[in-house]
């Protein structure tokens, strides 16, 4: 994925005469290329003057950053106890078949990042995928085909 560095320059001016809005900065950084290259951290370091090793130690210790590429849609399967149970595992498989990747990766073509999530609050509606924030619980196959195939308006939403 190439970066867009006139708008990492633009996010860094906003934040020049501040020193003290150096999260701020990594998470807007963040928010605009949808993770933290190493490439720009280094650039970021270079630009306001803080060294390589802090800007790393904060886009670590904040679980928000993510130093590997992530899909435009974020797809997380509930694990829990009550969705496992409900057949989460079957789900999880049928979700990674169908785009190829394993947990924890990205499609080839950048739409898709695929988690595992450990029970969202929802155990009622399990099995559960959660796509961009939004929960589909009772979740089956076909559902999956729907929302991953690109048309979720046509998938109810359980919450
Ligand atoms: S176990 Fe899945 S929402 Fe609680």
Do not use: W
């Not at 849609?73 to 785009?99: F, Y």
């Not at 961009?132 to 999956?144: A, E, S």
């Amino acid at each position: 994925m190439k970066v867009d560095f006139e708008k990492v320059n633009g996010i860094i001016e906003k934040y020049r005469d501040d020193r003290e809005a150096i999260i701020a900065l990594l998470q807007d950084i963040s928010a605009e290329i949808r993770y933290l290259p190493e490439e720009v951290i280094r650039h970021v370091s270079d630009e306001i003057e803080v060294p390589v090793s802090r800007l790393y130690s904060l886009a670590t210790f904040y679980t928000s950053f993510r130093l590997e590429p992530r899909g435009e849609h974020e797809v997380q399967i509930c694990m829990g106890t009550a969705c496992h149970v409900r057949g989460a595992p079957r789900m999880l498989e049928n979700v990674t078949q169908k785009l190829n990747i394993k947990p924890g990766e990205t499609t080839g073509d950048g739409k898709f990042t695929v988690e595992t999530v450990n029970c969202v609050g929802a155990c009622a509606l399990g099995p559960l995928l959660v796509l961009d924030g939004k929960y589909y619980g009772k979740l089956t196959q076909r559902k999956i085909e729907k929302l991953l195939g690109g048309s979720d308006d046509e998938v109810e939403q359980s919450c």
